[in-house]
């Protein structure tokens, strides 16, 4: 593959990064770009050397799928290029248009000048993978925008457009397109007026309180990024420029390679590819036909429905509400405005934005007016009689080729696209509440959904800013499949003594926002009552019981009745522990028999944690997620999984499978019905006995 374009025009040497999508810096393009730098040093015509990439990407940074193998450190290193650009005996410019991120920019700051299109992004988004700049950005940055807005931009990860960097030395000119000419113009300048060679490295840092800069930052960061250590120790390689440069280079390596050995890295690289990874479904390529959504309707102006709406609004495709009644309607659009206005008085929407997401809003009362939508969202009450009601009228007036989507989240998809003579156009789109904030969305790909409408979906995912998962069709699909084992869990930990404020602080101490019994106040514990009840007179012949059902027979649902797991004073959301609740725990103990015992916080994270991961490794073996990476994507989009851990499925890997297996062994020698429960998915055990890792 041929990395680099290289042609000189005129005394001036063109280098053009060709290692598509984004020119990432993996060791073909770095030999590349070193042979091409050597080429032009060595050629007597060559005055000047211009290097530049797509307009799509100068460079997305090194090769991130290098990391943690040996290619990583193959030389020419990213680290021996830029060296070679610091010891340059010609001006190089580098031209930008596109991203130029990471080790990209960090190669265009070790070159004399740059040029950039306005909309050029320039960032050291490194600390968004647990990492630092580890090419020298630390120490040239800082020198090319100042100490502040280097360190900034560093421990942010921030991408600036060039057109807000213009009159710093990182971009010396704001240039049109066709960016290649203008560069060479520019180089051809720098040639005429005898340009030195202004090597960053010799650019002194200005700051006069440049230690005082660095003890605010120290102070800011530290308080800002609990779970995670990148942050601050880019403050410490950053604090490197006030040594000599070559120190501080040293100074910025030894950091780096603490990051890239951190757990918490491995966790972020991990989950970017995992985000990534998702898209792709077998079945699904470039070629397959994506179908237009320009026109929306949403079935159920509620929570859900007002909220799917607000995610099509914002992307500019109009949507047309339906409800059975006005009020029920204006009620809807009411939430919606709402909303808005409230998100504008934060500052992030103007009036004029809202009138124009408010303005793409239609509503009506008859299914007709939906004849002309390309795909429809139902988000109506869960039970299967509505449901069927809303797609057998779907199914009448909706034209040919119109995606028929539910947003059930616990009933059988195969059996709503049963209602239908079109069952290859009806999917599940799960989205999760608040609807127009949470980020997940499943789609759920029932047995007879088309390739077609997969790829539509997936593609309108990201049109609308959702992360979307492909699931199979079961009860719970991934999430909620996988919530049943970690209540479980949690369940069998209250059973045999712990309370739930012994439950929720381990497990927002390992991370979680919200342990499940503080999540659960805050949700409403009726809720669940409801679908156990639903569940219970569905299958008499199983036990759906809960302790939870003894904490709503006694009406405490949570924060909306004052009490639920714990008790709340008026007007106060904080948590209180409840003698009631220990009472009714003792009480249903003593009735089951159970001996109450300790359990350690690292015993507690075990038990729900493994919970999650075996329901994954079962949900994996049936084939509903297409991989392990998805259910992480899942479980940190949708439920609140801890970043810094990567996911409940690289978690345990990262634990080591032989001992998650070993630890639910020792769980059900220690349990009584739930034995089974503890039964390690069979996945689990080859993986565990193979040492080979989840796919
Ligand atoms: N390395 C390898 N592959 C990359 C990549 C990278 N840096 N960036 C993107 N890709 C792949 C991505 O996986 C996907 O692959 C395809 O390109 C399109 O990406 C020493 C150590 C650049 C803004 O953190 O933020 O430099 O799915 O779907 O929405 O100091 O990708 O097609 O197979 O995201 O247009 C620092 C990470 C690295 C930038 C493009 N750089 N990338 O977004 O497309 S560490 C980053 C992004 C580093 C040095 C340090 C985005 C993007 P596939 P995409 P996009």
Redesign the pocket.
């Known amino acids: 593959m041929n990395y680099v374009n290289y042609a000189v025009v005129d005394g001036v040497a063109c280098i053009v990064f060709q290692n598509p999508?984004?020119n990432?810096?993996?060791h073909g393009l770095r030999v590349a770009i070193l042979q091409a730098l050597d080429q032009a040093e060595a050629a007597p015509e060559v005055q000047v050397v211009v290097m530049t990439g797509s307009d799509?990407?100068f460079s997305?940074?090194?090769?991130?799928?290098?990391?943690g193998t040996p290619k990583a450190a193959w030389h020419p290193t990213?680290r021996d290029v830029i060296t070679a650009l610091d010891e340059y005996t010609k001006p190089v410019i580098a031209a930008i248009d596109g991203?130029c991120?990471?080790?990209?920019l960090?190669l265009a700051m070790a070159a004399h000048y740059r040029v950039a299109t306005e909309r050029a992004?320039l960032g050291?988004?490194?600390v968004?993978?647990g990492?630092?700049?580890?090419?020298g950005?630390t120490q040239r940055l800082p020198r090319l925008v100042g100490l502040e807005r280097g360190l900034d931009m560093i421990v942010n990860?921030l991408?600036v457009e060039a057109g807000k960097l213009a009159g710093t030395l990182l971009v010396d000119r704001v240039v049109d397109t066709p960016l290649q000419e203008a560069a060479i113009a520019y180089a051809r300048e720098c040639v005429s007026a005898g340009s030195v060679l202004r090597r960053t490295r010799d650019i002194k840092i200005a700051e006069p309180d440049a230690q005082a800069l660095l003890q605010v930052a120290r102070r800011n960061v530290a308080a800002a990024s609990k779970h995670f250590p990148a942050p601050s120790l880019c403050v410490e390689a950053v604090a490197g420029c006030l040594l000599p440069f070559d120190e501080g280079l040293k100074q910025e390596r030894v950091l780096?390679m603490q990051l890239?050995n951190s757990p918490e890295s491995a966790a972020l690289r991990h989950v970017?590819?995992a985000e990534?990874?998702a898209?792709?479904v077998p079945g699904i390529t470039s070629a397959t036909v994506k179908r237009d959504i320009r026109r929306v309707g949403v079935i159920g102006a509620g929570t859900m429905g007002g909220g799917i709406s607000m995610n099509f609004l914002n992307a500019g495709i109009p949507v047309t509400l339906l409800e059975a009644e006005q009020v029920a309607l204006e009620r809807g659009v009411g939430i919606i405005r709402r909303n808005y206005e409230n998100t504008m008085k934060k500052g992030r929407l103007t009036q004029a934005q809202v009138d124009d997401r408010m303005s793409l809003l239609s509503t009506t009362l008859k299914y007709d007016d939906l004849s002309s939508a390309d795909l429809v969202i139902e988000a109506v009450f869960e039970d299967m009689g509505v449901k069927e009601n809303v797609f057998r009228t779907l199914d009448a007036v909706l034209k040919p080729g119109a995606i028929l989507a539910t947003n059930t989240s616990t009933l059988d998809v195969n059996t709503i696209a049963g209602f239908v003579n079109r069952p290859q156009d009806v999917v599940g789109l799960h989205f999760f509440s608040p609807a127009n904030v949470m980020k997940l969305l499943e789609i759920v790909r029932a047995d007879q959904t088309s390739p077609e409408v997969l790829a539509t979906s997936l593609a309108l995912a990201k049109t609308i800013g959702k992360q979307p998962v492909v699931s199979g069709v079961c009860d719970g699909f991934i999430g909620n499949r996988m919530l049943n084992g970690y209540r479980a869990a949690g369940e069998e930990l209250l059973l045999h003594g712990a309370s739930p404020a012994q439950i929720d602080h381990a497990l927002e101490d390992f991370g979680f926002a919200m342990g499940p019994y503080r999540m659960g106040d805050l949700a409403g514990l009726d809720i669940g009552w409801a679908v156990r009840k639903r569940r219970q007179a569905e299958n008499p012949h199983l036990d759906f019981s809960s302790v939870a059902d003894r904490i709503c027979e006694a009406g405490r649902y949570g924060q909306k009745t004052g009490a639920g797991w714990y008790r709340y004073e008026t007007g106060n959301r904080q948590a209180l522990e409840d003698p009631v609740v220990t009472q009714i725990l003792a009480d249903y103990r003593k009735e089951k028999g159970i001996e109450p015992r300790q359990f350690s916080p690292k015993e507690i994270v075990e038990r729900c944690v493994f919970g999650l991961v075996n329901e994954g490794a079962h949900i994996l073996e049936e084939g509903i997620a297409l991989r392990a990476s998805d259910i992480d994507v899942v479980y940190l989009n949708g439920y609140g999984f801890p970043l810094h851990r990567g996911g409940p499925m690289h978690y345990a890997q990262q634990l080591g499978l032989y001992n998650v297996v070993r630890a639910m062994r020792r769980f059900a020698r220690q349990s009584d019905k739930a034995a089974e429960f503890w039964q390690p998915a069979d996945l689990l055990v080859q993986c565990a006995e193979s040492g080979e890792a989840l796919k």
């Open positions: 999508p984004v990432s810096l993996g799509r990407a997305g940074g090194a090769d991130i799928t290098e990391f990213l991203v991120l990471g080790g990209g960090e992004m050291l988004p490194e968004k993978l990492l630092l700049p580890g090419g950005g990860g991408k780096f890239m970017f590819a990534r990874a898209l792709k």
